[in-house]
């Protein structure tokens, strides 16, 4: 048995009326092809390019491990060179990936070969964030905590994407005070004797190629595994739903907070509590 998942649709390019009408006010997601061909980075971008600007920065890793009472909020794993970190994405398969990389912050010259779409919603300039992963390589089932609109540019390879709405949260085994399911689902291959609310969950998905944007709609849950090596830019939209801005303002500044004292007072017992009342509250709602 598989995830109930539908296919994104895809369109051609598209004009901001009809993504505004289609997608962004019904809140569904899509891929667009052929939008970017005109920019630099389409033509420029790949692995080796970016061994090539960035090769002497020191990139943050993140790889597949459970959450540990003793990490701090989305606090890195390893840390390595870029240059030296590209060679191990070609040489071998590897769990590590980039996550929330600032490419203005961090290489500047980068911006001149991308242009900020007008797909008619406000994008915060200051927050094009790159992520980058070797082949198999995932990450957890989760939403972004401001639950923004997100526009995911895909470079080099190929990409897996399964996306769920906030109405799934009932089947999706969500650990309270986080914004993750149970790290221990496998959104590839998923277990449904040992997880079975997951089959009543209605979600997306696609394949994404180089220069291919998916847009997720506001606090959509998102899995992403790299089928090959390869990289993504998102850019990112304030909420426009007044209740999914106001979670998003709860998320900032008074979850995050609670959650790490909360580690700090009760440290492994903490995340095992969040652990079982995740099943318990998964398994109660399917009843």
Same mark, same amino acid.
């Given at each position: 048995?598989?995830?109930?998942?539908?296919?994104?649709?895809?369109?051609?390019?598209?004009?901001?009326?009809?993504?505004?009408?289609?997608?962004?006010?019904?809140?569904?997601?899509?891929?667009?092809?052929?939008?970017?061909?005109?920019?630099?980075?389409?033509?420029?971008?790949?692995?080796?390019?970016?061994?090539?600007?960035? =090769?002497? @920065?020191?990139?943050? #890793? &993140? $790889?597949?491990?459970?959450?540990? %009472?003793?990490?701090?909020?989305?606090?890195?794993?390893?840390?390595?060179?870029m240059k030296d970190y590209v060679d191990l994405l070609k040489r071998?398969?590897?769990?590590?990936?980039?996550?929330?990389?600032?490419?203005?912050?961090?290489?500047?010259?980068?911006?001149?070969?991308?242009?900020?779409?007008?797909?008619?919603?406000?994008?915060?300039?200051?927050?094009?964030?790159?992520?980058?992963?070797?082949?198999?390589?995932?990450?957890?089932?989760?939403?972004?905590?401001?639950?923004?609109?997100?526009?995911?540019?895909?470079?080099? =390879?190929? @990409?897996?994407?399964? #996306? &769920? $709405?906030?109405?799934?949260?009932? %089947?999706?085994?969500?650990?309270?005070?986080?914004?993750?399911?149970?790290?221990?689902?496998?959104?590839?291959?998923?277990?449904?004797?040992?997880?079975?609310?997951?089959?009543?969950?209605?979600?997306?998905?696609?394949?994404?190629?180089?220069?291919?944007?998916?847009?997720?709609?506001?606090?959509?849950?998102?899995?992403?595994?790299?089928?090959?090596?390869?990289?993504?830019?998102?850019?990112?939209?304030?909420?426009?739903?007044?209740?999914?801005?106001?979670?998003?303002?709860?998320?900032?500044?008074?979850?995050?907070?609670?959650?790490n004292l909360m580690r700090r007072i009760k440290g492994q017992n903490?995340?095992?509590?969040?652990?079982?009342?995740?099943?318990?509250?998964?398994?109660?709602?399917?009843?």
């Open positions: 048995m598989k995830l109930n998942l539908q296919n994104i649709p895809r369109v051609k390019n598209i004009k901001k009326e009809n993504f505004i009408k289609h997608y962004f006010k019904p809140q569904k997601p899509v891929v667009i092809e052929g939008f970017i061909e005109d920019w630099p980075a389409y033509s420029k971008w790949s692995l080796d390019y970016m061994k090539a600007v960035a =090769g002497e @920065k020191i990139v943050p #890793l &993140y $790889d597949d491990r459970p959450v540990d %009472y003793k990490d701090g909020f989305n606090e890195p794993h390893a840390k390595m060179k071998e398969p590897t769990r590590y990936r980039i996550f929330l990389w600032n490419v203005l912050k961090e290489i500047p010259k980068l911006q001149q070969d991308f242009s900020y779409p007008d797909f008619g919603l406000r994008l915060m300039k200051s927050l094009p964030m790159m992520f980058f992963g070797g082949s198999d390589s995932y990450t957890f089932m989760h939403y972004d905590i401001d639950l923004a609109n997100i526009f995911h540019f895909h470079f080099e =390879g190929k @990409k897996q994407c399964i #996306l &769920y $709405d906030q109405k799934q949260n009932k %089947y999706l085994y969500k650990i309270p005070h986080s914004l993750i399911t149970r790290e221990d689902i496998d959104f590839a291959n998923p277990d449904f004797n040992k997880w079975p609310a997951l089959k009543h969950a209605k979600g997306w998905t696609c394949e994404l190629n180089h220069g291919e944007i998916l847009y997720m709609p506001e606090g959509y849950w998102h899995y992403m595994r790299y089928l090959t090596p390869g990289f993504s830019m998102s850019l990112r939209a304030i909420a426009r739903n007044p209740k999914h801005f106001s979670k998003a303002i709860y998320n900032v500044f008074v979850m995050r907070n609670y959650d903490w995340i095992d509590w969040k652990n079982n009342q995740a099943l318990k509250r998964t398994v109660k709602q399917e009843i």
